[in-house]
């Protein structure tokens, strides 16, 4: 796909209240990431992912996750007042205004302060919009949004988050800056191949970040020997 055939193809920005749609204890942010881009993002290209939140507030962990899964974290202070909201509507108008009709906003949050924003996007700028929002959520929020899709729903049978809390002496590994270009089956085939001779199974995978687990710490060891600075993809 050329410069210009890309510019044909529909963006699509995601813009996420964590506060109010936060990932659940001890689950993993990266396969959250991963299921939204799986459900939400054919047919477009992905122009904007971000979340904003108090980083200092928000865990560690999650945190990570996001960094790893390329989703832009915007730090504001949980103690200024409407700080998350504000951040939110100004990057919406930025990207109504950026990007033309038939785009796709994509809110997660049930915060009602942005049925304005969300009204103006589907009503001036003719943007698609997509609601990810709690159970509890205001008709009047609801009603400016194309598709509507519960957070809770989302989150259902998420895995496990990965915590990296002993890099050396783990059986675990992280394999980051995968191809963007391939698809998931194709990294999880590629990465088997590169692992399989030291029993490495992939347990959790996103389109730039992938976990293996190892049935022993030596063999997760000589994997990581074997596959530092080993490129996934020539092509």
């Known amino acids: 796909m050329d410069v210009q055939d890309a510019v044909k193809v529909p963006a699509i920005g995601v813009f996420w209240d964590i ?71 100004q990057s919406l108008r930025r990207f109504a205004n950026a990007y033309p009709a038939q785009s796709t906003t994509v809110l997660i949050s049930g915060d009602v302060n942005f049925a304005s924003e969300l009204s103006d996007l589907r009503y001036r700028h003719h943007h698609r919009v997509v609601l990810i929002h709690p159970l509890s959520t205001q008709e009047a929020l609801l009603s400016c949004a194309h598709v509507c899709c519960n957070f809770e729903d989302l989150i259902r049978d998420l895995p496990a988050r990965f915590e990296n809390k002993a890099p050396e002496g783990s059986t675990e590994l992280l394999i980051s800056n995968l191809p963007r270009n391939k698809s998931i089956k194709v990294l999880q085939q590629r990465l088997h191949l590169l692992s399989d001779n030291c029993g490495g199974k992939v347990i959790n995978i996103s389109k730039s970040s992938a976990l293996l687990k190892f049935s022993s710490v030596e063999l997760a060891t000589r994997a990581k020997k074997r596959l530092h600075q080993e490129d996934v993809f020539w092509e």
Not at 32 to 44: A, C, N, S, T
Not at 56 to 74: D, G
């Open 19 to 89: 506060e109010n749609c936060h990932v659940p204890h001890g689950k993993s942010a990266l396969a959250l990431v991963y299921r939204i881009r799986e459900r939400f993002f054919i047919g477009h290209r992905e122009v904007e992912f971000m979340c904003v939140c108090d980083t200092s507030k928000e865990s560690r962990v999650v945190i990570q996750e996001l960094n790893y899964a390329q989703v832009t974290v915007v730090h504001i202070h949980a103690t200024s007042k409407n700080a998350a909201d504000d951040k939110l509507r």
